[in-house]
């Protein structure tokens, strides 16, 4: 069965950075793709980031491009990671990792497997 769980969420200054980690168990990792979707309170649910299954390719939200960077641990082909620079306050949000086969999509329905999500905040 399907297992991710996230760690590594917390409280972190504006213009701090924080890691992320998806770890990952029960499927056939070569042939799935992660998402990190996040929600803020009062908030739908968004797509920040999609790394394919090979993690040749990635996609980013426009919010975060050019300061999160979503990969899998070299050390460790299980573990998905995002790494998230230059914080801001509007990041403040329960960030989830979610699986699905073959391609990215940044609508939330068309995933079946969640993790239990963590909280970023993001403030002063």
């Known amino acids: 069965q399907v297992q991710l769980v996230e760690s590594g969420g917390g409280l972190v200054q504006p213009g701090g950075s924080l890691r992320l980690s998806c770890a990952a168990s029960?499927?056939?990792?070569?042939?799935?793709?992660m998402t990190w979707f996040r929600q803020a309170p009062g908030k739908e649910r968004e797509a920040v980031s999609c790394?394919?299954?090979?993690?040749?390719?990635?996609?980013y939200a426009d919010s975060v491009k050019g300061r999160f960077i979503s990969s899998k641990d070299n050390a460790n082909n299980t573990v998905y990671l995002l790494q998230m620079n230059s914080l801001k306050p509007e990041d403040t949000a329960v960030y989830y990792c979610?699986?699905?086969?073959?391609?990215?999509?940044?609508?939330?329905?068309?995933?079946?497997?969640w993790g239990q999500g963590t909280q970023v905040t993001v403030s002063s």
């Open positions: 979610a699986t699905r086969p073959w391609l990215c999509s940044i609508i939330p329905t068309q995933y079946a497997d």
């Open positions: 029960g499927f056939t990792l070569d042939s799935y793709v």
């Open positions: 790394i394919s299954s090979s993690g040749g390719d990635t996609y």
